[in-house]
């Protein structure tokens, strides 16, 4: 398409010094322009992919992806119990639906958990020991004290608390804490709360920040006694091959406990911000890629600048027989090449960032002091990123497009420049 003579005239162009009438500033401007608009834009589509992909990976790593939940039995004032006493035969027909791998009986509640004169509220979740260590963020934490097989020993009393729980309550492996649930034991004179101690066998961050300050684990059989829930279950939790597939296994899922129940599932519970964090992606894509544009249309001033300062040249040029078609594709080839490299060193500067952002975050947060990422606000416990191939074509293709189609206005000016116009002066 480009013959070598053309690659020679656009390379010597480039290269040219101001008082040869070259833009080598120019050049340089455009090119170091290119490049941190596609590094900005490959950074945060990193950015992003990654906080997307750890938000997600927490949610299905630490809770089920999907839950049925009973209606159970009336009870003379109407009121469904919201249990089933057949917790085990649920399980294992919903284990037989293809696609799921793990359907476990629990039992839920909620506590106000004390220690060390602290308070705070709590999630408990009566599970058996095997089937927590099928949980993948807890069984393999970001950090962890204790250990997971002392989860149920001490006659059945030893739990398994999330890592910002056990801070804010001053407590670590091996020590103990109060359980106070106001629906306890129902007396004569009414309920009185049930006040029980415990102790921590394992503490674990799985990375979201509401799960390790909210989640308390405890054993399967002193849940049901400790909730009033002998021999019932409160729901059915269901692990699954493709957690991104749940909306699709929620029919077969109802089919296998013969619609006895409902289905909530992982996109249910955090829909919500995920349709909000994917707005906020296409706004960041938009906006960054105007300033790809702005980036590219130094290559329109630096052209318009050389093609001037190349009058009498283009003037030779054609006079020696060049067609309008050389000389455009000769300022083509000198703003595509300024594109072309600038987005090279982009993409190299993005996924460099990328790939080692650990590092030069951990030198931001050391030079800013520390705090700089707060889990309370962000939800994971650090900022995450994942190099998406999508994300690098996508950035690469619209800095390359918008780089080819601003030169051809400049190339098409100076291929249609009349040589006697241009050599009258000379």
Not at 203 to 214: A, E, K, P
Request: proline share 5%.
């Amino acid at each position: 398409m480009f013959s070598r003579f053309e690659w020679m005239i656009a390379w010597r162009y480039l290269r040219a010094r101001r008082s040869e009438g070259g833009i080598s500033v120019m050049t340089w401007i455009s090119l170091v322009g290119i490049a941190l608009a596609v590094f900005a834009l490959i950074a945060t589509l990193a950015v992003r992919s990654g906080f997307r992909y750890e938000f997600v990976d927490t949610i299905v790593g630490a809770n089920p992806h999907a839950t049925i939940r009973p209606y159970g039995e009336a009870q003379p004032n109407g009121m469904l119990t919201g249990t089933t006493p057949d917790y085990d035969a649920l399980a294992d027909s919903l284990a037989q639906v293809p696609g799921v791998t793990h359907a476990v009986p629990v039992v839920t509640g909620q506590v106000m958990a004390s220690a060390n004169g602290a308070n705070t509220g709590a999630q408990v979740i009566g599970i058996r020991p095997g089937d927590l260590a099928d949980i993948p963020r807890v069984q393999a934490p970001e950090q962890s004290q204790g250990d997971i097989a002392a989860f149920g020993v001490d006659e059945g009393q030893g739990i398994a608390i999330g890592w910002y729980l056990a801070d804010t309550l001053g407590v670590r492996a091996g020590d103990r804490i109060r359980l106070i649930s106001p629906d306890g034991q129902k007396t004569p004179f009414g309920t009185s709360p049930r006040v029980k101690s415990y102790l921590v066998s394992y503490v674990f961050q799985v990375g979201r920040y509401d799960i390790d300050l909210t989640r308390i684990y405890m054993p399967f059989s002193e849940a049901q006694t400790y909730f009033n829930r002998e021999g019932v279950a409160d729901e059915i939790q269901v692990s699954i091959t493709d957690p991104e597939a749940v909306d699709a296994l929620s029919p077969s899922l109802l089919a296998a406990v013969e619609s006895d129940g409902w289905v909530w599932t992982w996109r249910d519970s955090a829909g919500g911000f995920l349709r909000a964090l994917q707005m906020e992606d296409n706004i960041m894509f938009v906006i960054l890629s105007i300033l790809v544009l702005i980036a590219t249309l130094n290559i329109t001033s630096g052209l318009v600048m050389l093609v001037k300062n190349k009058g009498r040249d283009i003037g030779i040029l054609r006079t020696m027989g060049l067609t309008e078609g050389t000389i455009l594709r000769v300022f083509f080839l000198c703003g595509a090449g300024i594109g072309v490299i600038g987005t090279v060193i982009g993409v190299i500067l993005g996924c460099l960032f990328a790939l080692y952002i650990d590092p030069i975050f951990s030198f931001v947060n050391w030079v800013a002091g520390g705090g700089v990422w707060d889990p309370s606000v962000r939800f994971i416990s650090a900022l995450p990123a994942r190099l998406e191939l999508g994300d690098v074509l996508s950035a690469v293709a619209l800095s390359l497009t918008l780089s080819f189609i601003v030169t051809i206005f400049p190339a098409r000016r100076a291929a249609r420049m009349n040589p006697v116009e241009a050599l009258r002066y000379e």
